[in-house]
């Protein structure tokens, strides 16, 4: 499956999004406009303007909205889902060629707030996969203590955590130590 640059961007920040709702009484990634404000910077979102309390809100809706397809049992759950917000979003998809970047595809309408623009981006880049018939591909970490959204990429379909240095490793050196201890015990 191509996964083009622009594709690949939005995907990763729908993955952060996800990851961004609080867990278990954890603060929420998205506590304030500033960390609203933060997520656009380090995610690159263009042509987002002044943001306000009322873009805090849109953002988190369309976060659990992103949640849900992360969730949908089977393809056509997880389509009802990407429509609605797709739909919502106003897309107008066009062609642009900004910040050094090939040409590429925007699909939010033109001054579209930021949670339009994610919606839209976002769904699309979702979207692809579910066209693709790759909807496994869309996962939440197996660590038992943590649930992180990510999308594998990886040629035969084998990623099984957010990251492999934290969460993988982390659960390799739990197991072999657990194996040396039954050893030594035995």
Avoid at 101 to 125: C, Q, R, T
Wanted: a negative charge.
């Amino acid at each position: 499956m191509l996964i083009t640059h622009d594709t690949r961007c939005a995907l990763e920040a729908v993955c952060a999004l996800v990851n961004s709702a609080p867990e278990d009484d954890g603060p929420d990634g998205l506590g304030d406009v500033a960390a609203l404000d933060a997520f656009v910077r380090t995610h690159a979102i263009s042509d987002v303007g002044r943001l306000t309390e009322d873009d805090l809100a849109a953002v988190r809706g369309v976060r659990g909205r992103f949640a849900e397809v992360f969730a949908a049992a089977d393809p056509r759950a997880a389509a009802k889902v990407i429509n609605d917000l797709v739909a919502a979003a106003g897309t107008t998809p066009r062609l642009t060629d900004h910040d050094g970047y090939d040409w590429h595809v925007h699909y939010f309408a033109p001054g579209a707030s930021v949670a339009d623009h994610l919606a839209a981006d976002g769904g699309m880049a979702l979207a692809f996969f579910i066209v693709a018939g790759e909807q496994e591909r869309l996962r939440r970490c197996e660590a038992p203590d943590c649930q992180h959204a990510f999308v594998d990429l990886s040629r035969n379909r084998s990623r099984r955590y957010c990251d492999s240095r934290t969460c993988g490793n982390r659960l390799h050196v739990a197991a072999y130590r657990a194996r040396r201890k039954e050893a030594a015990a035995g």
